[in-house]
Structures are given as structure tokens and as C-alpha cells.
């Protein structure tokens, strides 16, 4: 096995004379199934072409992409990971101060709005070159968007980039058969899981069928912020790959034209993107560590997808609700391969992917042909989703029985909303899987938000929160779990606020790490914070500036081994003096409770 090559000296070791294909990504190079650009080049390497790779490229000197030469049949181009603007920039739309994709979490590698920046430097690099977008910023731009850090309608990232066309979703299918066809010289319309700008001829020729639903025109989207829900409401529904229709957005005289998803892999597809030959390691090249590989270098990703579709997340978005697993034979022969690394020191960090306790999701096709909804899970559960937790529960035991494993941890956390009907596996979590702290997210516990997050009551919390406490002190475990809230989500008001400031304060739950919502393009909770509006047309609260976000940014990191409550109002406890550390005492033996980065 050897690293993509990133040099001309790498393409002279591996006798390459020539790319057919440049992946540039906005991460560091790390040879990994969890990085989106490795799990790629390494599917079009299978395919047998010559893959080349060049990780944050200078974005300000076309020359930093000529190391390897031209390639013949174009180039992919993806931010990373993550969109780059949430990478690169906090709620309070300040730099932050860490990149946990680059080298030693040093910030400053990529530019924001990287797909964009980074396409047009390969235009000028390789004039009249075929490039490609693809990745978690394709997936979330790939439609007129909401900017919340430009606070400002945007375009498509693919008529904004001016690149050829947008590859969204996990890119599995859609990406060989799209540089198959640039070989082949064919057409690349009509290919599932991707989009094009049609120039002003074809437009004006384009026909629609009964299986073309048109979104509001750019036109619409700058001029009516109504048009942002009624958007995202119809990228929702159209969002199945089974039943969903193209979608086409009219930019003046041209129409971006949407295909539907891809159908996700099957077990075996899966299985097999995963057993590529991979060097699962940073490429040599960093003398450094890079955070994000540290998270996952002892994990095991055992699913994709999730059901869950929450409001704020966008997860769905990227990798859809159908929730495919790998097979229990791949996931056992990959610990296995794990345990032989002479770095691993006996702990599986996880097993699991959106969450720890999915594996094993059933969903029939022929019910999910029919289906509209945008989330399985609420406002209740889809009858055709069904996961009982105990195909889970028997790969937990065979994982921890393996020679040379010592621990295994589910550090994904678990969906409270699937957990308190998995009572075997939920057992089997708490008496063996847990590594002192369990992450759940009730995300809040007002009902009222909760609704609007597209979560479940607060009762599930609490009822979960009383089973894991018993069943901890039943297997003779001390053993905590670290609850994920969420601030200023539209539609939380002051009062919502005191129902989770209250219950903090009874538990004596001082948080660490505080999530403030971010409204990610594309995503119904960023249609609302933009409108002031639920799905259905009612007026919410919205806090938009950090002035106004930050009373109940204040009450979850308040330190409550002091007096004193949430009045919507920062409170005197909150704020710190020039170089005074804020103290995180966990009173009544709730050590290292915190919420999300």
C-alpha cells in the first residue's frame, strides 16, 4: 500500500507519468475512510485511474496546484470535512482559534468559502479543465442558500465556482460515473446525485416533466424571505432518493438543474469502500498531529445515514435518513485489523457513526417509496423504521470478546429516542461500553423548542436519565452522562430558557462546552431563524446578534455551584476579569459534564 500520490516523486515511485485525476481538499492529507477526499480518490483508484492529491493547496497561487502537472480528464474539488465557513468561523462569526483538520490544529490553511476560492484557482491553473465539487459544502450549497456569516442570500456554490458540476451526498455512485462519462465524451445530464448550470440556449430548450419541480428563482429567494421556507420545504420532500423528483432553480436566464439522490449503498457497497486500501494515517509528509484523525484513529464507523432529521443538523442533508450498515463480518474484521497496528493500545473508541446505537436500522423500500416525511423519528415513530437494538448488541459482545481488545466505547452517544426502546442493548451499553461519560442530546428541555428542533418531549430525558443512573449503580459503575444542549434556537425565548436553567441548577450541572445555534444552508432550523417563521407560517422569536444571543449563551455556561438563576439576563456570575479563569466545579458528583463544541 502507498499514499495517493502528492508530488511528482510520488507519481515516479509509483510509475505514474501522467494523472487522470487531481482531488483538492481544503483538510490534511489523511489516508482515512472517515475523510471524505481518501474514501473517494481511493474508489476512483479502484476504478483504475491514476489519483493524485494536493491537501490545502496556497489558494492565493495557481502554481501551488501545477506540482504534478495537468491531469487528463479533470479535477474534484472539496472544503473538507466540514463547510469551511463553520470550520473557519464562530457563532459570533469571530476566526476560531483551532482547525482540528490541519496539522496540529493550526487555523489560517484554507479560505473561506473554499469550494469557490479553490475552483476558480484551478480554472486559472488549468484553463478550460473539467472540475468537479463535491463534499459536505457541495451538499449544503448546492441550492440558493441562506449565509449566516454573510448574513445574506447566496447563490449555489456551483454558479457561484463557475465549475462544470456539483456531486452531492457521499459521492459513492454518482462520482465514477461522472469522470466515466468525461472519458467516454457522453452527456453528464441526468445523473443522480449531482447538478449542472445549463448555459442560456440549453435552458431555453430545457422541458420539464411530472418529474420536475421547480424551487423559487433567485430572483424570488432575494426579494421574499418567505421563499427560503418554501424552498427548503420542497428540498425536504424531494430529499428521498426513492420517490424524489429533479429540482430546478431559475438564476435570470439559466436553470440550475437538481437530479435526485442517489440510492444509497447497499451492506455489501459499504462493506467494500471500506476495505480499500487505505494507510488509515496522516500522510507522512506532517511532523504534527492532526486533531480530527486523533478523534477517530481507534473508532470504528459502522453505519451511514441517520433517521433522525432534526432541525438543526446537517447531517441528513449529506448523507440522507436512510440508514444503511455495514455487516457485522467487515466491522469485526476491521477491529481486528485495528488490534495488529502497533499504536493501538487495546481501546475501540467507538463503534458507531450519527449515533451508537442505529446499527442495524431496518427500512423497507417499498414503504420508504411512498414516503414524505423529513424525519423517521418525529413527530413519532415511522412504523417501517424499525431498530431494536440487538443486532447491535450482539456485535458489542463479539467486539469486546476479540483478542487484543481491552475496551470498547461508544463515544457517538446514543439517540434517547431509540434508546429507551432498546433495553437489551441499552444494558449492554451501560454495564460494558460506557468510558466513565455517555453523550445523549435532549438538545433542550422545553417541550416547545423541542417541537421546533423536530425532537422528542423532555420526558424522554428524564425517563432515560432515571434508567441509565439505576442501571449504572446496579452493575456497580460510576459512570456519568454528558447531556448536549442547544442555545438560541429560533423560537426559544427566555422562558424556554428558565425550564433548562432550572434543571441545571437542581443537578448542579455546570457545562463545560455550550453549543449557540449555527443555521447551516439548507437546513429547516436556518429557514427559520432567516423567515422569523415555523414551517407553518407562525411568527417565532428570533435572537440574531450576539447582544441578544448572549443572555442564553450566559445561562448554560453558568457556574452553578453559586447562586443565582436565569432572569433573560446575562448574569454578574458569567463574565470574568481580564486573565481570571472561569471554574467548572461539578458540585454533587456530576464530574466532566459539558455540552457540544
Known sequence: MSFLPVC???MIKQNIDELDILLITGDAYVDHPSFGVSLIGRLLQSRGYKVGLIAQPDWKDPESLKIMGRPRLGVGVTSGNMDSMVNLYTVARRLRKEDAYSENGDPGKRPPHALTVYAQLVKKAFPGIFVVLGGMEASLRRVAHYDYWQDKMKMSVLVDSKADILCFGMGEKPMPE?????????????IRGTAVFLGKKESES????????????????????DALMTETKIVEREMNPFRGKRLVQKYNDRLLVIEPPPEPLSSKELDFVHTLPYERKPHPE??????AFETIRDSIQSIRGCPGGCAFCGLVVHQGRLVMSRSEKSILEEIKMLTESPDFHGTISDIGGAAGNIFGSVQKKEFCEKCQRSSCLFPRPCPNYQCDGKRMAEL???????PGVKHVHINSGVRLDLALRQEELLHEIIAHHVS????????????KVLKLMRKNPAADFYRFKEVFERESKRVGKEQYIIPLFIS???????????????????????LQQVQDYIPLPMTMGAAMYYTGKTPEGEPIPVNRGLAERRPQISA?????????????????????????????PAAGGKSGNRGKN
Open 178 to 190: 461522472i469522470f466515466r462519462r468525461v472519458e467516454k465524451g457522453e452527456s453528464l445530464r441526468g
Open 556 to 584: 448554560l455556561k453558568r457556574d452553578r455551584s453559586r447562586r443565582g438563576g436565569f432572569n433573560g439576563k446575562p448574569h454578574e456570575n458569567n463574565f470574568r476579569k481580564p486573565g481570571q479563569k472561569r471554574r467548572y
Open 488 to 510: 438560541n434556537f429560533p423560537g426559544c425565548t427566555a422562558e424556554d430558557m428558565k425550564t433548562l436553567d432550572a434543571f441545571l441548577d437542581r443537578e448542579h450541572w455546570s
Open 286 to 291: 506532517y511532523s504534527g498531529r492532526v486533531p
Open 206 to 225: 430545457f422541458s420539464a416533466d411530472e418529474n420536475t419541480v421547480f424551487l423559487p428563482s433567485w430572483e424570488e429567494m432575494v426579494s421574499n424571505r
Open 396 to 402: 458489542l459482545r463479539k467486539a469486546r470478546k476479540m
Open 8 to 10: 511528482r516523486e510520488d
Open 436 to 447: 466513565g461519560h455517555l453523550k445523549v442530546a435532549p438538545e433542550h428541555l422545553s417541550d
